[in-house]
């Protein structure tokens, strides 16, 4: 199947710094991928998609200008936590659609990221 | 928007049973809906999805339905396995490019050897 990769898997920050967590879609190209957030023992929640060429979309209640989206090619995208705090550790998942034969589109996901806000 | 549910939200069954998860969605509009298995600590891993022209898809001990009038489907595993052991989560979308892909809260399955 296809990969996607995230790095870094895991990170710890002091409070007030920002991290940069990059998707990469490895062997296909993606014009578009989405970011979820997962906390412990619940369910992925989308926060935004990212599109290659144009502006990120973010789903309610996600903070645009706290969660920098950059579509920078067609096989990477990038999620920025700017000025983290400790509410914002959490599971970061990203995903990207696949054509597959039979013209039909499959989710691939990332391993996730580990943010750990000190 | 979507609104998906999820039950139950943990099930224990002994080796070789069958395990049954059901999800109920909103959006009479929904026409994809995926099945992920999560490993603790993992990425979901699509294991069986199936879509609206489509009333039942099996691959071998796992199966889907979908009920479209009544808004609602379910995974089906069959001859549990302790590997089987993980979190489910059902999702619904209008389409299969993602786009208001939206997940249930999931179900933590455990299967007791």
């Known amino acids: 199947g296809a990969v996607v990769s995230q790095h870094p898997s895991w990170v710890i920050c002091k409070s007030g710094t920002s991290v940069k967590i990059e998707c990469r879609s490895l062997?296909?190209?993606?014009?578009?991928m989405f970011w979820y957030r997962q906390f412990p023992k619940q369910s992925l929640m989308l926060m935004a998609t990212?599109?290659?060429?144009?502006?990120?979309?973010?789903e309610q209640g996600v903070e645009k200008d706290k969660f920098l989206i950059n579509h920078a090619s067609l096989t990477l995208s990038t999620l920025t936590v700017t000025s983290a705090h400790p509410e914002d550790s959490s599971f970061y998942i990203c995903?990207?659609?696949?054509?597959?034969?039979?013209?039909?589109?499959?989710?691939?996901f990332g391993p996730g990221t580990r943010l750990t806000v000190l | 928007g979507e609104n998906v549910e999820q039950h139950p939200s943990t099930l224990s069954v002994q080796e070789g049973d069958s395990a049954v998860i059901k999800c109920t969605y909103s959006?009479?509009?929904?026409?994809?809906f995926p099945w992920y298995k999560q490993e603790l600590g993992k990425r979901p891993q699509l294991i069986i999805d199936?879509?609206?022209?489509?009333g039942e898809k099996k691959d071998q001990r796992i199966a889907v339905t979908l009920n479209k009038t009544a808004k609602h489907f379910s995974l089906h595993i069959t001859e549990t396995q302790p590997e089987d052991s993980a979190v489910y989560f059902c999702a619904a979308s209008r389409d299969n490019y993602g786009q208001n892909f939206v997940f249930g809260p999931g179900t933590r399955l455990s299967v007791l050897p």
């Open positions: 199936i879509r609206s022209n489509v």
């Open positions: 062997d296909f190209q993606a014009t578009t």
């Open positions: 959006d009479s509009a929904s026409n994809y």
């Open positions: 995903s990207a659609p696949r054509l597959l034969a039979g013209l039909h589109n499959e989710q691939f």
């Open positions: 990212s599109n290659e060429g144009s502006k990120a979309t973010y």
